[in-house]
């Protein structure tokens, strides 16, 4: 390494660099200097950095190992970020971290120069001695600056302790006028409460006992007319139950009525059709009759007799059917007339009896009027052929032998 290089190497100004931070008032202040290993660890630092300084200006350029002082410019550049950052911040860890650093990183690289530690270290001491005289004197004239910046404080504390003593004794005598003001005023108001309150419950207990009598009036009353509902309802839950009986008879039993009135008509009908057409062949016998009466008999008056016997029976046979007929729906209408009747008095005949006898009878008359088989109705024709067989027989019995 030539003169040039040395004189010129970059350890030098980083160096210097930490040299100059000792005329920053942050390394004199309070937090550092009223504590040992912040102290200790902020004289390590700049003891290093002046010894490194020496080392530099005393050895010769010959005696110095390059590849060492590239090594220690390395070194050095974290220690020189921690007090940057102590300087921005104000936490002392970062001087502790620096030196820590330094005693690591740093000195065990002073092999980089020739051994003159002994030397260096008789002109070094006196420069420390400096440094930490300088230091003393900023730490004495932090502490003075503190200590009048107390004084002032206390001063000003002290005055305005008077003011706020005076306010104090003021606020204490207010406090105990309006206290008496306010114990006045609360014993006037009890006494003003005391009366108003005796008079709202002589009130109160009157309102309530005129209110007392006036429930017990209205609740009288509402037990009597609710007494007398309740029997007017139980007259009309009975009354609705016979008329819903009725209905129910009336339901039940009214198709039956309609049932025999059809049938009635029917018979009435038939009837009187089977009384029509036995009068025109009574009417037709009796003028035969009356015709041959007075003639005497023989065979040929016989023979129209007997003709006309036959229109009369011819005429009259349809009044067997309509008579059949008549009977028919007479039967029937004799028959819905009395299920209506049973139907009608069944109810109010069980009504008295057990639950179970009811249903037992009903159980027993459902088979008496449901699933009944209807009778068949057989009708003969008037021209059948029995009757015209019956009707020869009766002209050959009484027609004359030859």
């Known amino acids: 390494m030539t003169r040039a290089a040395y004189d010129q190497n970059p350890l030098r100004a980083s160096v210097q660099r930490i040299l100059d931070m000792r005329k920053m008032s942050e390394f004199s202040s309070e937090a550092v200097a009223l504590n040992e290993g912040y102290s200790f660890a902020r004289d390590k630092v700049f003891a290093i950095a002046q010894v490194l300084q020496e080392l530099l200006d005393k050895t010769p350029a010959e005696l110095t190992s390059a590849s060492g002082l590239s090594t220690l410019n390395s070194h050095i ?119 108003a309150e005796g008079a709202r419950q002589l009130a109160f207990d009157t309102a309530m006992a005129d209110q007392q009598k006036i429930h017990k009036d209205e609740l009288e009353l509402q037990a009597y007319v609710a007494s007398k ?35 009635g008509e029917s018979a009435n009908f038939w009837r009187w059709v089977t009384v029509a057409i036995f009068g025109t062949g009574i009417a037709i ?21 007997l003709i006309r016997l036959f229109y009369a ?16 729906h007479r039967t029937n209408a004799d ?42 109705h057989t009708a003969s024709s008037p021209l059948d052929p029995e009757h015209f067989k019956n009707l020869v027989e009766m002209l050959k019995a009484v027609k004359p032998s030859s």
Not at 144 to 157: A, F, P, Q
């Open 77 to 195: 550049q974290a220690p020189i970020a921690e007090l940057v950052a102590f300087v921005s911040n104000g936490n002392p860890g970062h001087i502790v971290n620096a030196s820590s650093q330094l005693d690591q990183n740093v000195m065990s690289t002073f092999w980089a120069f020739t051994p003159q530690l002994q030397g260096s270290a008789k002109n070094t001491f006196p420069a420390l001695l400096r440094a930490q005289a300088e230091f003393s004197e900023g730490v004495i004239q932090e502490l003075t600056k503190t200590r009048d910046k107390l004084e002032n404080e206390l001063v000003e504390l002290a005055e305005k302790g008077g003011i706020l003593s005076k306010k104090l004794d003021e606020a204490t005598d207010n406090a105990a006028k309006e206290r008496a003001e306010a114990s006045a005023a609360v014993a006037k108001l009890e006494q003003t409460f005391t009366q």
């Open 229 to 263: 509902t309740l029997g007017e309802l139980n007259g009309f839950r009975e009354d609705a139950a016979r008329i819903v009986q009725v209905v129910g008879n009336i339901g039940v039993t009214g198709n039956y009525q309609r049932i025999a009135n059809s049938e």
């Open 285 to 305: 016998a009796m003028a035969t009759f009356y015709k041959f009466w007075h003639e005497p008999f023989s065979q040929d008056t016989a023979v129209s007799v």
């Open 313 to 328: 029976i011819v005429i009259t046979s349809p009044a067997i059917y309509t008579a059949r007929e008549s009977a028919r």
């Open 335 to 376: 028959r819905a007339r009395q299920t209506e009747l049973e139907l009608a008095s069944i109810g109010p005949f069980i009504e008295l009896l057990p639950e179970d006898s009811k249903v037992a009878i009903r159980t027993g008359l459902t088979t008496s009027y449901f699933g009944r088989t209807t009778e068949p």
